[in-house]
């Protein structure tokens, strides 16, 4: 339960500060970049951040309602 609180918090984040790339390979990139900041900027680990924001901003772009291209 003590990962679930800023995991939570790098998602809700990370939504609003990826962006969509042409490519799923350029959304992982964007999202994970997103997740990796956010994740040092409150002390948490940049790796774990880095994968919830690439999954979060595929998952985003791909199933989402979010308007990516």
């Known amino acids: 339960m003590h990962f679930i609180k800023p995991a939570l918090l790098l998602v809700l984040m990370g939504g609003g500060l990826a962006a969509c790339g042409d490519t799923t390979g350029k959304q992982a990139l964007y999202g994970g970049g997103a997740g990796a900041a ?16 690439a999954g979060a901003n595929i998952a985003a772009c791909e199933f989402g309602n979010r308007r990516c291209n």
């Open 38 to 53: 956010i994740a040092a900027a409150t002390q948490n680990n940049p790796v774990t951040g880095a994968v919830i924001g």
